[in-house]
């Protein structure tokens, strides 16, 4: 059991393990009783009509900075929207313009299909003509020599 002393107490450890200990404190000594806690120094209490008007004009001049700070902070904020929403206006209408960009083509590539498939069209009926007009030929000299 081992023991440690200090001017004010004595500590005792009851196991070895170091989880139980004995504190022991000791009575106060005469010394003590004489030693007065001051306080720290207050204020005037009583304010002259001077300093009310100084601390009124120092409160004034915080409650207006941190009035202009905060019309600063709301002006950068809405000064930030604003780039926001140009840059979005701007990226839509970019947006916008290779929609209708591709949409035109698309339109042109369609309309030129459309024309290749009437000119097939076309090019096969005259071919089925020229066919039929062969047959009916063909037709006419069977019926004429037989």
Avoid: W
């Avoid at 440690?4 to 106060?28: C, H, R």
């Avoid at 902070?73 to 140009?86: D, G, N, P």
């Avoid at 313009?97 to 090019?123: C, F, S």
Wanted: hydrophobic share 30%; charged share 40%.
């Amino acid at each position: 059991m081992s023991t440690i002393s200090s001017t004010d107490m004595q500590v005792k450890q009851l196991d070895k393990s170091g989880k139980a200990f004995e504190v022991v404190i000791k009575p106060p000594s005469k010394d003590a009783s004489e030693v007065k806690l001051s306080s720290p120094p207050r204020s005037p209490t009583c304010l002259d009509a001077k300093t009310i008007q100084e601390k009124l004009e120092k409160a004034e001049e915080r409650r207006k900075s941190m009035e202009a700070e905060t019309l600063k902070k709301l002006a950068k904020e809405r000064e930030h929207q604003t780039e926001v929403l140009s840059k979005a206006a701007e990226v839509e209408a970019a947006f916008a313009k290779k929609a209708q960009e591709e949409l035109k083509k698309k339109q042109e590539l369609y309309e030129q299909n459309q024309q290749a498939q009437r000119q097939a069209k076309i090019e096969r009926l005259k071919e089925m003509e020229k066919h039929a007009e062969e047959v009916r030929r063909n037709k006419k000299e069977f019926a004429t020599s037989g």
